[in-house]
């Protein structure tokens, strides 16, 4: 598997963000792995189209792992072999981590921390019967009581996964509070197969700094690539070249921002593209002393010439 990610940066999975078109701008950068949003494995079995999409990746996007969820090895299973028949990806991962009231209280997601048999019985039904390498991402535990990732991913291990990225908060936490490295370093000292740590990296030096600390294998990094793709830059040319962070210029910044919105409007044509791209908009000019006045208007765009005429405002401010 460390041969899929040589710069040793994962993306991790965030539903509704880290969509084909925003995957296909990071590859763009050097991305060498990607995950998709969480799929469920329902959905895929019973023939949910707008489920079955999440599944779809540019050419570019590979090495890839699908992410499914559910709670049944049956319908995991089935699911599984639907996306190795019908799309490209190259590891399958089951969401062990996800603490969202829905998805927790159907016994999916971070709930399967709570239940290592079934758990287990859902990797392992899924090695036996499908091709690709499964990987599970999963958290520190359901609670700061029951923080049981050590004993839980080695039983994920036994039972055939070749990767665990860990998340170091419990499900309680949601998002809240630090991500605990201390817990990732507990689960790479028990585990033979890679450990990936996740959790609050935003720059290159904080997850070489993660990665001399704790010991763990590569670094999976969500939140700070969302208006930041040229993060996953910075990996690459350190690793690839040896070269330092490079700040990207407001130039290249909104060259990125038009190529995303460009991937956007293939995929979905330019209204949809206009209304998913206004979050990402926001993201790209969190940081620009200016950015301010532009926030309302990229918020509410509707088009690509709305989108141009604010780039090119944006442009025109002298930094
Ligand atoms: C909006 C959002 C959506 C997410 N969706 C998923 C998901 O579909 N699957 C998953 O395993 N994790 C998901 N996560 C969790 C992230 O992959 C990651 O574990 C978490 O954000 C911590 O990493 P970070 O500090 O680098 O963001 C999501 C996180 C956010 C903020």
């Not at 079955?52 to 540019?58: E, F, L, N, R, V």
């Not at 799309?87 to 062990?96: A, P």
């Not at 599970?136 to 996964?161: Q, Y």
Request: neutral net charge.
């Amino acid at each position: 598997m460390l041969d899929l990610f040589p710069s040793k940066l994962l993306l991790g999975p965030m539903a509704g963000v880290t969509d084909y078109a925003f995957r296909r701008l990071l590859r763009e950068m050097g991305l060498e792995y990607s995950v998709s949003e969480m799929i469920s494995a329902k959905g895929i079995c019973y023939g949910n189209e707008r489920t079955i999409d999440y599944a779809k990746s540019h050419e570019s996007d590979h090495p890839l792992a699908l992410q499914i969820f559910g709670s049944d090895p049956d319908y995991m299973v089935r699911a599984a072999l639907y996306l190795e028949k019908n799309y490209q990806y190259e590891v399958l991962d089951i969401n062990m981590g996800c603490p969202v009231k829905k998805i927790f209280k159907n016994g999916e997601g971070s709930a399967l921390m709570k239940n290592e048999k079934l758990a287990m019985e859902i990797v392992a039904s899924l090695v036996e019967h499908t091709s690709k390498p499964v990987s599970v991402k999963i958290r520190t535990g359901i609670s700061e009581e029951n923080k049981n990732a050590v004993r839980f991913a080695r039983a994920m291990e036994r039972a055939g996964a070749s990767m665990v990225v860990v998340h170091g908060r419990t499900t309680q936490q949601m998002y809240s509070g630090r991500a605990n490295w201390e817990d990732i370093a507990r689960v790479k000292e028990a585990l033979q197969i890679p450990v990936i740590g996740n959790g609050d990296i935003s720059s290159l030096q904080e997850g070489l700094e993660k990665m001399r600390s704790y010991q763990v294998d590569a670094v999976m990094v969500a939140r700070a690539l969302r208006g930041n793709p040229f993060l996953v830059r910075d990996y690459k040319n350190y690793f690839e070249k040896g070269l330092e962070p490079l700040k990207p210029s407001m130039k290249e910044v909104v060259d990125a921002m038009r190529l995303h919105f460009s991937y956007l409007v293939e995929e979905m044509g330019e209204v949809y593209a206009a209304s998913a791209f206004r979050k990402h908009g926001l993201w790209y000019v969190r940081d620009f002393a200016g950015s301010a006045k532009f926030r309302d208007r990229l918020s509410n765009i509707k088009s690509g010439q709305d989108l141009d005429d604010i780039l090119s405002a944006i442009l025109d401010i002298d930094y």
